[in-house]
Structures are given as C-alpha cells and as structure tokens.
C-alpha cells in the first residue's frame, strides 16, 4: 500500500527515508514551529505540511516494503477470504459512479506536528471517472482541495491563499498519481475511492488475514489486515453493507508503533452531487500562491 494522502507537501522533498531518520530525530522540536519550513506565501503557508490530514509518507514513506513480484513466496500470505472481502469492498466502491463520505481522524502524536488538522472531520466527494473534492474543516487552519478532471485547486480559506494547477487525469488512480508524481503530495483516501480499491491498497502487501469480527460503534464488521514491511493496515468492513468503516494505520518499525485512526460514516453511493464542488474556486480577494514541484 503506497501513500495513503499527502507525502510531505508540495515543496522539494528529501526522500522518504530522509523524512524518517529526520522525524524520529527532530519530531520532539516540532512545538517551537507553528509551521514548519513555512516562507509566505508559497504554498508551505498554505498547507503548512499538513493538507486535509498529515502526510502519510511520515508513515508509508518509513516502510520499504518489497516491489510487487519480488517475493514468489509472498502471495503464498494472501488469504482467499480476505482477498475476497477486499474484492467485493472494490467492486461496489468501483461500480458507484459518485461517492460522498464522512469521516474522523486521528494522528498520533509522535506523526503529527501538534496542529489542529492532527485529528478531526474529513469530507470527502467523487465523482467518476476523475472528479475529486475534499475539505478538512478546521476553523482559519482549514483545508480543500477540488479537481475538475482539468485543474486541481488548493485553498487554505482562513488566510485567504490558493494555488491553482492545470492537470489531466482521466480516473482518480490517475488523478493520485500525477500529483504525487508533480507535487509530492496524494489526494486524502484516495486509494479507498480509487475504481480499483484492491490494487491500490495491495501494493507492497505481503500478507492479507482476516481477524474475525468485531463492532466500530454499531456496526459489525469483518477486520481484515494487510501486512508489509515496516507498515501494517487494519480495515473493519460492514459485514451487511460492505463499506468500510475503519482503518488504522501503524507504523510497525517506529518507537512505540505509532498510528493513523480514521473512522468512516454516511457513506453516500450514486447519489446527486453539488456539481460546483469540484471545479470550487477561493472567495474573492485571495491571493494566488506557487505549486511547489516535486523534485
């Protein structure tokens, strides 16, 4: 499983590997910056190294799991009955041509940078085969991000910033990729909301095991677990409506573990959306700021 959102954000980036031995030594530092490595108004100031939630790269980044197919052995791991609970979570997420989620987040500590988007509500929205809005509200340090299929816009509504980039992509794997290939960073959830969940989330996964079921408030739920090297990556699925509800996120070559929660409610299938969510532009008066590349 690659990058579950954003990798570092938007800014010449070390490499993953970099940005661990840097987290794991610096981390405890992170209190005396509001935001790190901020220089107004680049893009830095507008998402502070954190867009929507933190960046996953502070955690899939850290696991170097193996290259699909390098391991014969590794699918011998792979449990039917959990490849087919992954599957049919796939299928219908795939065949929904629009999709509107909520969610609660949380990061633990040792990942987070001590802001208020550590932890709090998502809202996500799709609509296939390439549109793609999302918002994190959290007062001036809110988030969104909206993709027409031709142009991604990222607004920091409190100060008032924006940056605006062309982009084509003509599916939201695309999408994902293209801006994590340009500007270093992945759409939040989007392997969740990808046409092909089960790709996406079996990328460097070496195991795939179903836990038995349990309750995520109340709603029973199958635990699936998807292990890689330094990462693992536990999935509660409505045993009723197949949709996820949870997933938790740990970092298994890290002190303490740390991990990612993020809960799912009012999942929203082939309903009507707001079509405007998605080509969403700042309010008036807001000031252009620059994409940073990816190197």
């Not at 993020?262 to 532009?281: A, C, G, Q, T, Y």
Request: hydrophobic letters at 40%.
């Amino acid at each position: 499983m690659r990058e579950i959102l954003f990798r570092g954000i938007l800014s010449p980036l070390p490499s993953p590997g970099f940005v661990c031995q840097h987290l794991q030594k610096t981390m405890n530092s992170r209190s005396t910056h509001n935001t790190p490595c901020v220089n107004t108004p680049t893009l830095r100031n507008l998402v502070g190294s954190t867009l929507l939630v933190i960046s996953a790269a502070l955690i899939a980044g850290c696991a170097s799991g193996p290259k699909p197919g390098d391991s014969a052995g590794a699918r011998a791991w792979m449990e039917p009955a959990a490849l087919a609970l992954l599957n049919s979570v796939s299928a219908k997420l795939g065949a929904a041509r629009t999709i509107q989620v909520e969610a609660e987040h949380k990061l633990d500590p040792a990942l987070g940078l001590g802001l208020r988007l550590d932890r709090g509500r998502l809202e996500l929205a799709v609509k296939r085969p390439n549109q793609f809005y999302a918002i994190q509200p959290a007062g001036a340090e809110t988030r969104e991000i909206a993709y027409d299929g031709n142009f991604l816009c990222v607004m920091h509504p409190g100060p008032k910033h924006y940056a605006l980039e062309p982009l084509e992509a003509k599916t939201i794997e695309q999408f994902a990729q293209l801006v994590d290939e340009r500007f270093g960073f992945r759409p939040p959830v989007a392997e969740l909301l990808a046409s092909d969940m089960a790709a996406e989330l079996l990328i460097d996964v070496t195991s795939a095991r179903l836990l038995g079921r349990e309750r995520v408030g109340w709603t029973r739920c199958d635990h699936l677990r998807l292990d890689q090297e330094g990462m693992s990556t536990d999935l509660w699925v409505g045993v009723e409506d197949k949709l996820p509800h949870r997933m938790l996120t740990t970092v298994t070559d890290m002190p303490g573990h740390p991990t990612w929660d993020i809960r799912f409610s009012k999942w929203k299938l082939n309903v009507p959306l707001d079509e405007s969510l998605f080509s969403k532009r700042p309010a008036p008066g807001s000031q252009k700021v620059q994409m940073l590349k990816s190197q």
